[in-house]
């Protein structure tokens, strides 16, 4: 029992943070598609530095690059108003590939100091509360929500849309990254292609799912951790067959999701903001 | 006048690139850094290109199933003469790419199926799996060994068996706890299992699947384990006592040289079936190249005792003897020799008799010791 409950924050943790990092940019409007490949490639930044330099630092460096490529979609989704979810998709892929294509040296490699899975589990939840907190407590998290419900008059008010979603991008891609860096630091730790097996989507699917709550994200994540974790657990102690158990986690987020239809979305959500129009 | 000559070129192209060279060209259904299965193929691919000058070859990576069709297509475009498919999954599209390529040669890894131009091949472990068997039985204090599966296949069943077989003989009364995470290469779903089985007690790890997650898993909690399909021993150096490497160049050289010999042709491999054992030296038992069993186990494992046929022996002692008996050219020990029953009391290798090599590569029965679901178990 014990251990279900640790393994389901272990592996919710990536989950939540990368979670987290999506909610932020949807409350401003932002929809990003693209978590499986910032994902993919902070975790193979984070590795190479951590291997080369300090875990400590990789960490840092996974953030940096999930930043870099939450502003890179901002430049299409943001400034160029291209449609949201076709910029989000082409990052997804191009994340992907050229963490393939990159990391092909590090492949099979150990990490000889990993991180401590549970340092970033508490942090990942002090992230969260964090999260909530700014949403609702904070003038940027007023700003943010507005440019998310109606970036109108938003901007009629005085706030930089643009600057806001950037914002949101950026800070989500932190949290973006972290989750990358979790898995190749703390979680596996080592890397491989394809290594992120399709956590990201997962994690865009957690957003709907917590219904664009930072709080609900948390228990969201923990119980998709709790229920892949169990689908091993559980394996052969009872009559059901294995290949059922393994989509159980999917099934739930599906069932879910169908439940969860009153949920509201930001109001702006997917729509490219142009002053003009 | 433009599209003559272009035709013109192309032709003239394709009759250089065949040449006297030889092209060989690799279907991988992962990506060939996995430390798994497919970088073993891979190793296999380039030690056979430098072993032999007159090859040519290229491979296309994490190649899903419904795609490796439109591969075939391409290869053969490309001039391939030989294609090697590497996963079980891919039978279906081999068999069709050979009745449209009747002249290209095919050979499929793992696979049940041929055709005058279709062979098939395999190094198997099933006789390596039996003896880390016997290291795991002596190892495991709780006499619970964990092993984290890929699919429930006759080849994945009849290495758990072995390896279940080899347990056994040791410690008659464990059990080998078996979890499925239905996929080759998963690192959170085999990271997840491992714990699952740690949280059950299990003490000692064996795999069939393609990452050294299991190592690195177990290792945290202290828990001895055997590595798979590549040298494993660098990613937990006190915790790997041993484990399954492959060496496919070995039947790859054999395979191509004997192209190149006019040995095969697309018109006689109905009958060409690779099984490679031991004794082809197509596999190794090791936790490196070259070291059989981690020098930081083997006191632990001279002084643990079986008994075979009523006597006393160190199970070190019994592993190195075994190996080497199955490492000669007539080996006289195999695992699978009867009485054999399976876990529901059927008897599945009468007295005295070795399994056939059909009765192993239609392996679906568990042994007894095997605890878990066994999805297409016999009744």
């Not at chain 1, 239809?261 to 109001?267: H, I, L, N, T, V």
């Not at chain 2, 131009?117 to 290291?135: K, S």
């Not at chain 2, 070795?354 to 009765?359: D, G, P, Q, S």
Request: aromatic share 10%.
């Amino acid at each position: 029992m014990e251990e279900a409950l640790l393994r389901a924050v272990l592996f919710g943790t990536p989950l939540l943070l990368a979670g987290l990092g999506a909610l932020l940019s949807e409350r401003g409007g932002v929809v990003n598609l693209g978590v499986e490949g910032m994902m993919a490639l902070s975790a193979l930044v984070a590795f190479a530095v951590g291997l080369q330099v300090h875990p400590a630092l990789g960490v840092l460096a996974g953030m940096g690059v999930g930043s870099l490529l939450g502003l890179f979609l901002g430049v299409f989704a943001v400034s160029l108003r291209a449609n949201q979810f076709v910029a989000g998709l082409a990052l997804a892929a191009l994340g992907l590939g050229a963490s393939g294509l990159l990391g092909k040296r590090y492949e099979g490699t150990p990490l000889p100091n990993p991180l401590p899975e549970g340092m970033l589990a508490m942090l990942a939840l002090i992230l969260a509360l964090g999260l909530h907190l700014l949403l609702s407590r904070t003038r940027f998290g007023l700003y943010l929500r507005s440019v998310g419900e109606n970036p109108k008059a938003a901007d009629l008010f005085g706030v930089s849309v643009d600057g806001v979603r950037y914002l949101a991008l950026a800070l989500g891609g932190g949290m973006i990254g972290l989750a990358g860096a979790y898995l190749s630091l703390a979680y596996r730790p080592s890397w491989t292609d394809g290594m992120t097996a399709g956590l990201g989507w997962v994690a865009i699917a957690l957003v709907i799912l917590a219904a664009w709550q930072p709080l609900r994200a948390i228990f969201g994540a923990y119980l998709f951790g709790l229920l892949f974790f169990l689908q091993f657990r559980l394996q052969g102690s009872v009559p059901i067959p294995s290949e059922a158990f393994a989509a159980m986690p999917y099934l739930l987020v599906i069932l879910v999701l169908a439940l969860s239809g009153r949920a509201r979305a930001p109001k702006a959500l997917g729509q490219p903001f142009d002053r003009g129009r | 006048m433009r599209r003559i000559l272009g035709w013109l070129l192309l032709a003239l192209g394709l009759a250089w690139a065949q040449g006297d060279k030889l092209k060989a060209c690799f279907i991988y259904v992962g990506p060939i850094g996995d430390a798994g299965w497919t970088y073993a193929h891979d190793v296999g691919r380039k030690k056979a290109e430098a072993a032999l000058p007159w090859l040519e070859t290229r491979y296309v990576e994490s190649v899903p199933e419904a795609q490796a069709l439109p591969v075939i297509d391409r290869f053969v475009k490309e001039g391939c003469q030989v294609i090697f498919a590497t996963s079980f999954g891919y039978m279906e599209a081999v068999l069709e790419g050979a009745k449209k390529y009747p002249n290209v040669i095919f050979a499929h890894a793992t696979g049940i199926k041929r055709a005058p131009n279709v062979a098939t091949y395999m190094a198997d472990f099933y006789q390596v799996y039996y003896l880390n068997g016997l290291a795991a039985g002596a190892l495991s204090r709780t006499g619970k060994v964990g092993y984290v599966a890929a699919f429930p296949i006759p080849e994945v069943k009849r290495h758990i068996n072995a390896f279940t077989l080899g347990v056994r003989a040791v410690n008659p009364k464990a059990q080998v706890l078996v979890r499925w995470i239905n996929a080759w290469y998963d690192p959170a779903k085999a990271r997840e299992a491992t714990e699952a089985l740690l949280a059950q007690g299990a003490d000692v790890f064996t795999f069939t699947e393609d990452t050294p997650t299991v190592i690195q898993t177990a290792a945290k909690k202290g828990a001895y384990s055997f590595g798979h399909y590549t040298p494993m021993l660098k990613f937990a150096p006190d915790h790997v006592v041993s484990g399954q490497i492959v060496h496919w160049d070995v039947i790859y050289i054999d395979f191509l040289k004997k192209v190149k010999e006019g040995v095969y042709t697309p018109k006689n491999l109905e009958k060409v079936d690779y099984f490679w054992l031991l004794q082809h030296k197509a596999v190794e038992m090791g936790a490196d190249y070259g070291v059989p069993i981690n020098p930081k186990h083997v006191p632990l494992l001279k002084k643990a005792q079986m008994t075979v046929g009523g006597k006393k022996v160190g199970v070190y002692d019994r592993i190195m003897a075994l190996l080497k008996d199955m490492q000669s050219p007539k080996p006289t020990f195999d695992p699978f020799t009867g009485p054999i029953q399976d876990r529901k009391g059927v008897l599945r290798i009468p007295a005295g008799k070795k399994a056939t090599l059909e009765e192993l590569l239609t392996m679906e029965w568990a042994a007894p010791g095997v605890v878990g679901d066994w999805p297409g178990e016999p009744r």
